[in-house]
């Protein structure tokens, strides 16, 4: 991204003009990479509001923009025909990369299915751009619930597992586990237990991933795992620290037992997915990224370019920086497991009709997560006396394989339903991904 023009007095010296530059020039590399601005503070090594992180001042006339974008509000988008803004303090606009079609079929969608809070963002893998970015709480419109890490990541979570099974156990798509019960509601300690008379279910950890076999992930987890390697696979895919991103993200929670003792069943709980963690809807979005990316995370962005009152370009984003986070071979393998979310799993309905042709025209990849409130300890469900919510997940991308230089498409849906319910998320990804993919639909090139 190139920032210009900057406005100098005719009595700035050079030196001056030098030092504004570097100092500029090292304040946008250290928000572009997403450089927390709020310390850890506490014992446990808890981290001040996200929300609340500042841009660094530049001290020079014109401030040099960089994200995340002081004042930026991302729940007040205005729709046009070809593009789509949001404002900026002092006068300043930001164009955004969000595709006007899919943000109002996003919309829609929510509207349509009357659900009582709920979080669309879409994302183009190979640009970092995103394309559609909504949220929707009753009344509530000051909440921009996209950024939000207060959701129960639930069974999301086990792609993180498989990740790390892959990478220090050697698993693979076809890595076959025997159990004795399927664990839909919860794990208990006998499901860690071995035992060759009880254990008659045997299954592959794809088709596990795609029916969210909760005692596959809990067991394989117990016994090749630790607390070190799921941790590890866990931060390498962005979880306990912000996303970076052009507003600042609250960090997804992370909190992993140890594999031992009397907190292995939590260890193992929290392998499958039931507790300990949570999930932003932009950030699930990253993670699907990450994985139609052959493993390499790209850093999500929604401003293309900053002007201000006069038209001028004060800022304009450039090419994305990217890391690996995982390996190749994890990728694929990974996206072999979330295939048989689609073709065998729990979505296996929401994507296919009656004579079991698909809804989309293409293959995708995708997990689901499914938990309820009422189930949650205090700290991550609802809070004491109130209403159960069921919290329902879909993160994913397509096609899941994509032929070089076709379009592609990467999605987080978080519904939050009440105990009486429309729809879960994988519906609401379902419709989205079908608008994407319609063949007569007019295109806004991602910036």
């Given at each position: 991204?190139?920032i ?6 005719r009595?700035?010296?050079l ?8 100092v ?8 572009f990479?997403g ?45 046009g025909?070809?593009?789509?803004t949001?404002?900026l ?7 955004l ?16 299915h ?13 640009t ?8 929707r709480?009753g ?20 792609i ?19 159990f004795a019960?399927s664990?839909?509601q919860r ?12 254990d008659?279910w045997c299954m ?7 029916k ?6 809990a ?24 996303i ?8 997804s ?17 929290t ?17 699907a ?6 493993g390499?995370?790209?850093r ?12 001028h ?7 994305p920086?990217t ?26 309905r ?22 309820s ?13 109130s209403e ?10 397509a096609?899941s ?6 379009k ?12 009486r319910?429309?729809?879960k998320?994988?519906?609401?990804a379902r419709?989205?991904?079908?608008e994407?993919?319609?063949?007569d ?7």
């Amino acid at each position: 991204m190139s920032i210009g023009p900057l406005r100098f007095g005719r009595s700035l010296g050079l030196g001056a003009v030098a030092f504004a530059l570097v100092v500029g020039s090292v304040a946008t590399l250290a928000h572009f990479r997403g450089v927390p601005r709020a310390r850890a503070a506490g014992a446990e090594g808890s981290v001040e509001d996200p929300l609340a992180m500042k841009v660094v001042q530049v001290p020079n006339a014109a401030k040099a923009l960089a994200p995340p974008f002081a004042g930026l509000d991302l729940s007040r988008i205005a729709l046009g025909d070809n593009g789509a803004t949001a404002a900026l303090p002092n006068k300043r606009v930001a164009e955004l990369t969000i595709d006007p079609r899919l943000q109002r079929a996003a919309i829609a969608a929510m509207k349509t299915h009357k659900l009582p809070e709920a979080t669309i963002v879409m994302m183009d893998p190979d640009t970092g751009a995103i394309l559609a970015y909504a949220s929707r709480l009753g009344n509530d419109h000051a909440r921009d619930l996209a950024i939000e890490a207060t959701a129960p990541s639930a069974s999301v979570f086990k792609i993180v597992t498989a990740a790390a099974l892959v990478e220090k156990d050697g698993a693979n798509a076809q890595t076959r586990e025997c159990f004795a019960r399927s664990a839909e509601q919860r794990v208990v300690a006998s499901d860690l237990v071995v035992d060759p008379l009880r254990d008659k279910w045997c299954m592959t950890l794809a088709t596990a991933m795609g029916k969210s076999e909760n005692a596959v992930f809990a067991r394989m987890a117990h016994d090749h795992l630790d607390q070190a390697s799921l941790e590890t696979a866990a931060r390498a895919l962005g979880y306990g620290a912000p996303i970076a991103f052009d507003v600042a993200v609250q960090p997804s929670k992370l909190e992993v037992p140890k594999n031992e003792g009397a907190d292995a069943l939590g260890f193992a709980r929290t392998a499958a997915g039931f507790w300990n963690t949570t999930l932003s809807p932009l950030h699930a979005a990253e993670i699907a990224a990450t994985v139609a990316r052959n493993g390499e995370a790209i850093r999500p962005h929604v401003v293309a370019r900053v002007t201000d009152d006069a038209g001028h370009v004060e800022y304009e984003a450039r090419d994305p920086e990217t890391r690996r986070a995982i390996s190749p071979a994890a990728a694929e393998a990974l996206t072999t497991m979330m295939e048989h979310t689609i073709t065998e799993g729990t979505s296996y309905r929401a994507f296919h009709d009656a004579r079991r042709a698909p809804f989309v025209p293409v293959s995708v990849a995708g997990k689901t997560g499914t938990l309820s409130g009422a189930g949650l300890p205090e700290r991550e469900g609802a809070s004491k006396g109130s209403e159960p919510r069921l919290y329902s997940w879909f993160t994913g991308f397509a096609p899941s394989h994509a032929e070089p230089g076709k379009k592609r498409v990467a999605i987080a849906v978080l519904v939050v339903n009440k105990p009486r319910w429309h729809v879960k998320a994988n519906v609401v990804a379902r419709e989205m991904l079908r608008e994407f993919f319609r063949e007569d639909a007019p295109r806004v090139a991602s910036r």
